[in-house]
Nanobody, 116 residues
Framework: QVQLVESGGGLVQPGGSLRLSCAAS????????MSWYRQPPGKERELVAT???????NYADSVKGRFTISRDSAKNTMYLQMNNLKPEDTAVYHC??????????WGQGTQVTVSS
């Protein structure tokens, strides 16, 4: 069993930056891919960015050029650097882990609010 814990959310003004972290409680698993999702108020959850076990990265068009996903294997932690934040980035951000064995894990989420 793997637990994922997100941190780093908060309130930021438009144009500001935040860095989200997702710490995994265990290290004995092979990653297929890890992702960040977000759920804006009143909307469905959407994929933000994905990083594969081999380091291949994909972003949603809405965040390309502003967000950067990365992973520190030694710390079992994934990050999402978010720059030039916009009000439409306001959402609960969740991390997701898909292991090579086919298990799927979700974090509890961290709130990001972009407002002046």
């Amino acid at each position: 069993q793997v637990q994922l814990v997100e941190s780093g959310g908060g309130l930021v003004q438009p144009g500001g930056s935040l860095r989200l972290s997702c710490a995994a409680s265990a290290s004995r698993f092979s990653i297929n891919f890890m992702s960040w999702y977000r759920q804006p108020p009143g909307k469905e959850r959407e994929l933000v960015a994905t990083i594969s076990g081999g380091g291949r990265i994909n972003y949603a068009d809405s965040v390309k050029g502003r967000f950067t996903i990365s992973r520190d294997s030694a710390k079992n932690t994934m990050y999402l650097q978010m720059n030039n934040l916009k009000p439409e980035d306001t959402a609960v951000y969740h991390c997701n882990l898909n292991t090579a064995a086919g298990s799927v894990y979700w974090g509890q989420g961290t709130q990001v609010t972009v407002s002046s």
